[in-house]
T-cell receptor, first 114, second 115 residues
Framework: KAGVTQTPRYLIKTRGQQVTLSCSPI?????VSWYQQTPGQGLQFLFE???????NKGNFPGRFSGRQFSNSRSEMNVSTLELGDSALYLC?????????????FGPGTRLTVT | AQSVTQLDSQVPVFEEAPVELRCNYS??????LFWYVQYPNQGLQLLLK??????LVESINGFEAEFNKSQTSFHLRKPSVHISDTAEYFC?????????????FGGGTRVLVKP
């Protein structure tokens, strides 16, 4: 079974631009969560989508948004990029009905904002 | 609200020596507990988890962790480390009673195994 895939793996953007990151969960997994990893703040939860609905949300500004499609693939969008948005963005998928909270992580998208 | 504290940001250790990574959490609700490992340029991999039952949990590669409710701790140990254990380790909690999957992570402990 293929693991969680994230595209692109690396991205360089300029302040003020917007960016869209993509996450394809493991086949059969219906929940996708997103996390931001930075040296200063560590790993922080952004949001979770389940069956195309946002189920949980972290403490990030409205510039961070996401969505999930009917095939469980998820995208996150960051508008009006700031230097502080430079980070590794990780997504994780979970199979409903499995051992609770068994999250499988992708390799991440490294975003650099200049 | 929950918080997780990993008391050591870096732990250097010699190969075949034991290692302990400390994790304490604070939560107003009952939690599940996890340890994840991150190798360079990779995502996180689940190492082990405590859901219920025996307070001592083990992984397939020799790590173990013990849940101590009174001390709100979930320390990770390995009796003999290998070079390949060089990685960053994250302790995490999630709310038992909340719907969905939201992990709160500690700051991470970087383990460097020296030959």
């Amino acid at each position: 079974k293929a693991g969680v895939t994230q595209t692109p793996r690396y991205l360089i953007k300029t302040r003020g631009q917007q960016v869209t990151l993509s996450c394809s969960p493991i086949s059969g997994h219906r929940s996708v969560s997103w996390y931001q990893q930075t040296p200063g703040q560590g790993l922080q939860f952004l949001f979770e989508y389940f069956s195309e609905t946002q189920r949980n949300k972290g403490n990030f500004p409205g510039r961070f948004s996401g969505r999930q499609f009917s095939n469980s693939r998820s995208e996150m969008n960051v508008s009006t990029l700031e230097l502080g948005d430079s980070a590794l963005y990780l997504c994780a998928s979970t199979q409903s009905g499995s051992s609770p909270y068994e999250q499988y992580f992708g390799p991440g998208t490294r975003l650099t904002v200049t | 609200a929950q918080s997780v504290t990993q008391l050591d940001s870096q732990v250097p250790v010699f190969e075949e020596a034991p290692v302990e990574l400390r994790c304490n959490y604070s939560s107003s609700v009952s939690v599940y507990l996890f340890w994840y490992v991150q190798y360079p340029n990779q995502g996180l991999q689940l190492l082990l988890k405590y859901l219920s039952g025996s307070t001592l949990v083990e992984s397939i590669n020799g790590f173990e962790a013990e849940f101590n409710k009174s001390q709100t701790s979930f320390h990770l140990r390995k009796p003999s480390v290998h070079i390949s254990d060089t990685a960053e380790y994250f302790c995490a909690v999630s709310d038992r009673d909340a719907a969905g999957n939201k992990l709160t992570f500690g700051g991470g402990t970087r383990v460097l195994v020296k030959p």
